[in-house]
């Protein structure tokens, strides 16, 4: 820079002040200063000249014929910005000077006042300035740069790092889910478990009694033969007569005890019996007119309402016999002692099964026993009235058919107790 | 002519259940302890009814249906039982093998013996109360 000349366009409509300044610059030319001028005197003359030529610094007077105050700047520094401005100034116009300096002149001189070696230093200073500011800008950009740059990047950061939230968010989630699963089928299968405990110690408890059961009934025939004897060996008025008779009724009963439990572990294990087409309606009317005779004399009142067209069932009609049988005397208890005593039996069709309800208003059940309904030898019965057999043998019975029993019941009002049965075979357990 | 019946049991207290039931009907009955004695017997003599019990130790009541139907095919056998599952498989074997026989089911009373006896030895048409 030192070796080339500065090249000074000076835009000044005034000669006297244009011939001021190239006398100035003769003054101050020295081989650490050289300098070329090049003269316009209006503002058009000075554009046209910078639009095809390079500056290395403007001298420019603010008032000129074409232009005035800092229309003219602002018209220099949109086309040349790279270019360093020194605004000459008129006294009294420092106001608009300094101006002209915060809009983007770098310096500024009065008229009057420039001396050669002030001219020299304002030069320099000037393009010493723009060199700063032009630095100031570039390091300004690189920021601005660098600054989208980094927002850009912590953006796109931001934006992954909400991602993976939400991702680590909805996993979690789902792990809450499956676990939530797997503690349902843990209760399941310790459910499952419990199940299977029960009925094995169930299935051991029927191997024992059927093996009791067996084991009893020669003694037993024994007992009721030697009773049947001495009865038929003693007279009634003989004072033993009428013990002779209980004892035959007593062992009449525990031979009926023993059957039932041999029923009941037998359900268990064969299967004899076979299925047959049967309507459930005949089977009922067959049970009823079993038990016609207690009916009647307890005055009990018993309807039945059988849906017209129910379908036939695959049935064991013994085994369902036995159930029906069941139900209706365990509702005849019932309603022993009942100030109503009625009984209704209903059957209908329900999907691919037929449903049986059996109806009593006797004295029902309470909801602390319901659970026990179905186990062996559970019975609320007087003694000898009942084995605690009848609803476990029935139930037995209904699942093998692959049908179900549910009991509904309400203490001082009645009970009801309703049997599902399918229609299709395929259902069979 | 006095009818002969054999009981075939090996508790004492069933075979004298049958005789007392028995006593007044005019029939003649023995007892055997058990199959093996039993079979002895229907060798040396002929009988017009067997009670045959299935639960015995030694010869049981199946073996002992065989045996007896290889000396007389002809003489009613009654076999008396509680229908344990365990003998179920055999009989059904026996019976596919024209074995003939019929089953009781355990316990008669003494009406129940007298009237199945008088039915099978002097053809009364009777109900039997136990019959299958």
């Not at chain 1, 001028?37 to 003359?45: E, K, P």
């Not at chain 1, 005949?282 to 849906?307: A, C, D, F």
């Not at chain 2, 067997?50 to 139907?69: A, K, Q, S, Y």
């Amino acid at each position: 820079m030192e070796n080339e000349p500065i090249r000074i366009m000076l835009i000044e409509d005034s000669v006297f002040a244009t011939k001021h300044v190239q006398k100035m610059l003769a003054e101050v030319k020295s081989p650490q200063f050289e300098a070329e001028l090049y003269c316009a005197d209006r503002i058009s003359a000075g554009l046209e000249y910078l639009a095809n030529n390079k500056a290395d610094v403007i001298l420019l007077d603010l008032t000129l014929p074409d232009s005035h105050g800092l229309d003219t700047l602002i018209k220099i520094c949109t086309q040349v910005p790279e270019v360093p401005v020194v605004v000459l100034t008129g006294l009294g116009d420092e106001m608009l000077a300094k101006e002209a300096v915060q809009k983007g002149a770098q310096d500024y001189l009065v008229k009057g006042q420039i001396g050669s070696n002030l001219l020299r230093r304002s030069i320099l200073y000037s393009i010493e300035r723009k060199k700063v500011e032009r630095e100031l800008k570039k390091y300004r950009d690189h920021l601005e740069e660098l600054v989208k740059e980094r927002t850009a990047e912590l953006t796109t950061v931001n934006k992954q790092l909400k991602q993976e939230v939400t991702e680590r968010k909805q996993a979690e989630k789902a792990l809450e889910n499956s676990f939530n699963e797997l503690k349902k089928v843990h209760q399941q299968l310790e459910q499952s478990q419990s199940q299977l405990i029960q009925a094995e110690k169930m299935s051991a408890v029927g191997t024992l009694a059927a093996g009791i059961g067996h084991e009893l009934n020669n003694p037993l025939m024994a007992i009721l033969n030697f009773s049947n004897y001495c009865l038929k060996h003693t007279r009634k008025e003989d004072k033993r007569y009428s013990f002779l008779q209980d004892i035959e009724h007593e062992s009449g009963r525990c031979i009926e005890i023993v059957s039932n439990l041999l029923t009941f572990s037998r359900s268990e294990q064969d299967g004899k019996e076979e299925y047959h087409s049967e309507s459930l309606a005949r089977i009922i009317n067959r049970v009823v007119k079993i038990m016609s005779y207690r009916i009647e004399k307890e005055k009990v009142s018993l309807s039945t309402h059988i849906t017209e067209d129910t379908p036939k069932i695959w049935v064991k009609v013994g085994s369902m016999q036995q159930v029906i049988l069941n139900l209706l005397t365990n509702a005849l208890d019932a309603v022993e002692g009942s100030q109503k005593k009625e009984i209704r039996i209903e059957v209908h069709p329900d999907g691919d099964s037929v449903c049986l309800t059996v109806v009593n208003t006797g004295r029902g059940i309470a909801s602390e026993i319901m659970t026990k309904i179905y186990d062996p030898f559970f019975t609320t019965k007087s003694v000898g009235k009942g084995t605690g057999l009848g609803l476990t043998i029935s139930r037995n019975i209904i699942k093998s058919h692959g049908g179900d029993i549910t009991c509904e019941s309400k203490a001082g009002v009645g009970t009801v107790f309703k049997i599902t049965l399918p229609i299709n075979t395929n259902r069979r357990g | 002519m006095t009818k002969h019946i054999l009981v075939i049991d090996d508790e004492p207290s069933i075979r004298k259940s049958f005789l007392t039931a028995l006593e007044d009907t005019g029939y003649l009955v023995e007892t055997a302890e058990s199959g093996e004695v039993g079979i002895e017997k229907l060798e040396r003599k002929k009988y017009d009814l067997i009670f045959l019990d299935l639960n015995m130790p030694g010869l049981d009541g199946v073996e002992t249906l065989r045996e007896l139907r290889e000396i007389d095919k002809d003489v009613p056998i009654y076999i008396v039982t509680a229908f344990h599952a365990a003998f179920t498989d055999r009989l059904k074997t026996a019976a596919a093998d024209k074995i003939d026989f019929e089953l009781l089911k355990k316990p008669l009373s003494s009406d129940q013996i007298v009237s199945i006896t008088k039915g099978i030895l002097d053809g009364a048409t009777i109900t039997y109360r136990g019959m299958p």
